[in-house]
């Protein structure tokens, strides 16, 4: 009887970790080549409860391609971190845009309950 409950028990919980080990293993883009300088896009005008999530260089089928800036929706208390590619002992690696607690209104990295000008469009 122990035994079917162990094996029962071993089976169950191989179940609830394959997802966990899929999603620890997605593919990293890694490349050599730099992507190309960001395209300039004009926002659109500000929409209630979205935010803008610029347009950001792909990397697809050996090549770099522009994904276009969209909409979305807003989280309270969050704000979206663009995609962006970091380099990496020559290597550039894609990281992807999300959600980050606080809110940081002109992208200093300063939360704005701590900033004396959340709103700087000229930062440094």
Same mark, same amino acid.
């Given at each position: 009887?122990?035994?079917?409950? @162990?094996?029962?028990? @071993?089976?169950?919980?191989?179940?609830?970790?394959?997802? @966990?080990?899929?999603?620890?293993?997605q593919r990293a883009i890694v490349i050599t080549q730099p992507p190309p300088p960001p395209r300039e896009e004009q926002m659109p005008r500000a929409r209630h409860g979205k935010e803008w999530a610029? +347009?950001? $260089?792909?990397? *697809?089928?050996?090549?770099?391609?522009? !994904? %276009? &800036?969209?909409?979305? &929706?807003? /989280?309270? #208390?969050?704000?979206? !971190?663009?995609?962006? $590619?970091?380099? /990496?002992? &020559? %290597? $550039?690696? @894609? !990281?992807? &845009?999300? $959600?980050? %607690? +606080? *809110?940081?209104? =002109? #992208?200093? #990295?300063?939360?704005? %309950?701590? =900033? /004396? /000008?959340?709103?700087?469009?000229?930062?440094?």
């Amino acid at each position: 009887m122990f035994k079917k409950i @162990l094996v029962a028990a @071993l089976v169950a919980s191989s179940f609830g970790a394959a997802p @966990l080990i899929a999603s620890a293993q997605q593919r990293a883009i890694v490349i050599t080549q730099p992507p190309p300088p960001p395209r300039e896009e004009q926002m659109p005008r500000a929409r209630h409860g979205k935010e803008w999530a610029p +347009g950001h $260089w792909a990397y *697809r089928h050996g090549e770099y391609v522009w !994904v %276009r &800036g969209h909409w979305v &929706g807003a /989280r309270r #208390g969050m704000h979206w !971190v663009p995609d962006r $590619w970091v380099e /990496r002992d &020559g %290597r $550039w690696e @894609l !990281v992807a &845009g999300h $959600w980050a %607690r +606080g *809110r940081d209104r =002109d #992208g200093d #990295g300063v939360p704005n %309950r701590f =900033d /004396r /000008r959340p709103n700087n469009p000229n930062r440094s």
